[in-house]
Every structure is written in structure tokens, then in C-alpha cells.
């Protein structure tokens, strides 16, 4: 047995057993039958009962669920940065995290449509305790971050997972996405958490921590879209935490959120992939700064390339100048893209609560705050 065996995805060899495992469950026929409207049920089980590695799943059902969520319910996908990875080349890809499971299955959707290689992708194990959810992750090639451990069991599995990451990227020659921090970003602030990359680097051996992560080649990805499926569903943790209270999570809120962010409205999507760090790693390591310090001169390069990457939408301006009385960005919107806006903001929160007001602006306003910010800095 391998130790990351409670952790990794499928072989192939495993693959064409767990998929008949799920062919007859009713949320799998759901998915089949919204993939593949016009196909018979014995056609597409015949073909499911035919697959028999991750690729060839991913390829011939999980790409056409995408295309048809994509027509379903947005207004179309940009992207943008692929020129400047090789497609021999397994990358590091940290990613601002707004969705649970659209983040990286459009990030894959655009990796596989410019010949480019898809990634292994870190899932917390909260969201898959459903056995169908469990097992359509791990046949996307998904690996599982184990949560709610205590001190020395979060020690074990960041070592685990950290060997993980480093087994895939140099023995498997598999690209990686992980967010850059725990959780999703609730309210528009994509900030890397330190720890996330302290537990990147823990397999490094006797190499030191920035000549580890040249090697590993990071790159920034920055997703954007101009609504978010499930802004209603973030706005009751969002009050809890204007309110100083703790967050306590429904029995079926992740799954909930999983399907909303799926089939919930997005309108324009885009992504951006920026280039590896190395250049501005080798910076770092000249600085010759302490180890802590140059921790947190990578965190502040990752988020100035994602917040500068971020595709600004007409919401992100109507939100700002909402959120501060004003109209700066008059000009980047229409007023059918404003009062469209309002609308929504009315059916989703109570008007006459101004925290609640405060906290769905800024959900949308704060990308525009923060690239504000960056300029000034520049």
C-alpha cells in the first residue's frame, strides 16, 4: 500500500470499477442526462462501462458537462497567459478560490483546450462526504485535504500531502492546483495564506525553501467572474463575521453551494494564467532576507499577480460606486448593467439591513479596491 493511498485519486487500473459502481445512482443518471440530453441512458452507460482511465473520463464526460454548464449558465468563457507555459512542463498552479468545484475544472477546461497538460487538484475532504461525490472526485483526478484534525494530526497530514504535491509534480510529471488559501474568498479579497505554502514546502528536503519553490515552478491563476453563483449563500457566513460571531455551517450547505455554483448564474467567466515565479523568486532569494520574511515576499508576489490579473466586470464597478456613493466608474457600465445588478442584490438580501448591503458590495467592489491599491503602490 502506498502511504497516500487515503488521499490520491484513482489509478486507471481502479477506474472502470468505481464507475460502475455509480452508473445506476440517481444523481449520476441527474449528471448524465443534463451532460447529454439527447442520448438514450443505455447509450451513455455503455459508453461509461467502456472507460477505463481518468483521461478518457474526464475527456468524454467531464469536458462536455463543463460545455454544457458553460451554455446553461453563463455568457461565455475567456482566457488568456497560456502562451507562456510549456506543455511539457508540470507547474504549480495557485489560484484565488471562488467556487468549489467550477475553479478548477474551467482552469483544466482551458489547460486541455490549448494542448496543455490538466492537473492533480487539492479538495477539501468536508466537501466530498457523499460516496458519489467522493468518487467522481477521485475519478477527476482530484487528491483529498484532510480537515477538522487536530495539531499534531494537521502536522502528519501537511507532511503527507506536501510529499504528495512533490511526488506528483516530479515523479508523476502532473501539473498541481491548489487555492492559495483555505477555504473560498467570501468577500473579494484573494490574499495567500502563508501557511498554505509553508505546507507546500515541507517536502523539500535539505533544499532550501525558495530554490524549492523555483524548482516546483509556481504559477498564479486568476479567475473571474462577473457574478458569483453563489454570492447569497456566502452573505450569512459574511454577517456572522461582521457580527464577531463563529460561523457554524447547515448539514447540506457545502452541497448546496456545490450545486449552485455549478448551475447558478455567472454570466462572462474568465481566466488568466500568469508565467512561472522563477524570475521573481530568484529576487527573493538575492534579497537575502530571513526565511519568514521571504515566505512573505512570495505571498505578496502571488497576490499582487492575481489581483492584477483579475478581469474587472461591470459588477465590480457598479458595486464600488454603490458601495461608496459615488460614480467613479460611470463609464464601465451600462445603466441596464446597473439596475440588472440591484435587482439581483434586492432578491438576495433584505435592503433595509445595511451590513448586509455593505457586506454583498464589497464582495464585489473589494477586487476593484484592491487593484486601486496596487497602482497606488506602483
Known amino acids: 500500500m502506498s502511504n497516500f493511498d487515503h488521499i490520491r485519486p484513482f489509478y486507471d487500473t481502479e477506474v472502470n470499477q468505481a464507475i460502475r459502481e455509480i452508473s445506476d445512482d440517481p444523481m449520476m443518471k441527474a449528471i448524465m442526462n ?52 510549456d506543455q511539457h512542463v508540470p507547474y504549480l498552479f495557485i489560484s484565488n478560490h471562488r467556487d468549489i468545484i467550477l475553479d478548477t475544472s474551467l482552469l483544466n477546461y482551458v489547460l486541455f483546450n490549448n494542448g496543455l497538460m490538466m492537473t492533480s487538484s487539492a479538495i477539501g475532504d468536508n466537501l466530498v462526504k457523499r460516496p458519489l461525490l467522493m468518487t467522481l472526485s477521485r475519478l477527476t483526478r482530484n487528491f483529498m485535504v484532510q480537515r477538522g484534525l487536530s495539531a499534531r494530526e494537521l502536522l502528519e497530514s501537511s507532511k503527507l500531502m506536501s510529499a504528495y504535491i512533490q511526488d506528483l509534480l516530479f515523479h508523476e510529471n502532473r501539473s498541481v492546483w491548489i487555492a492559495q488559501r483555505e477555504g473560498r474568498t467570501k468577500d473579494g ?24 519553490f523555483k524548482k516546483i515552478h509556481i504559477v498564479p491563476v486568476s479567475i473571474s467572474y462577473e457574478y458569483d453563483p453563489t454570492d447569497v449563500l456566502k452573505m450569512p457566513e459574511l454577517m456572522a463575521k461582521s457580527r464577531s460571531e463563529v460561523y457554524v455551517k447547515h448539514e447540506n450547505e ?32 538575492k534579497s537575502g532576507e ?29 458595486a464600488h460606486d454603490l458601495h461608496h456613493g459615488g460614480e467613479q466608474y460611470r463609464d464601465k457600465y451600462t445603466k441596464e448593467e446597473r439596475e440588472e445588478f440591484q435587482s439581483r442584490m434586492a432578491k438576495g438580501i433584505d435592503l433595509q439591513d445595511e451590513v448586509a448591503v455593505k457586506n454583498f458590495l464589497s464582495m464585489y467592489a473589494n477586487p476593484v479596491t484592491n487593484q486601486e491599491a496596487l497602482k497606488v503602490k506602483s
Open 34 to 85: 443534463f451532460t447529454f440530453p439527447e442520448m438514450e441512458e443505455k447509450e451513455w452507460k455503455k459508453e461509461l462501462n467502456r472507460t477505463y482511465s481518468i483521461r478518457d473520463f474526464q475527456i468524454n464526460f467531464i469536458y462536455p458537462a463543463i460545455e454544457m454548464v458553460l451554455k446553461r449558465s453563463s455568457q461565455g468563457l475567456t482566457y488568456s497567459g497560456l502562451h507562456q507555459l
Open 189 to 212: 479579497n484573494d490574499a495567500t495564506q502563508k501557511g498554505v505554502l509553508k505546507m507546500i514546502s515541507m517536502a523539500r528536503g535539505e533544499v532550501k525553501e525558495m530554490e524549492y
Open 254 to 285: 457545502d452541497f448546496n453551494t456545490i450545486l449552485n455554483g455549478i448551475m447558478g448564474q455567472k454570466k462572462r467567466i474568465h481566466v488568466h494564467v500568469d508565467k512561472p515565479l522563477d524570475g521573481e523568486i530568484d529576487k527573493i532569494i
Open 290 to 318: 530571513a526565511a519568514n520574511k521571504q515566505f512573505q515576499y512570495l505571498c505578496e508576489v502571488i497576490d499582487q499577480k492575481i489581483v492584477s490579473n483579475y478581469k474587472l466586470w461591470p459588477t465590480n464597478f457598479i
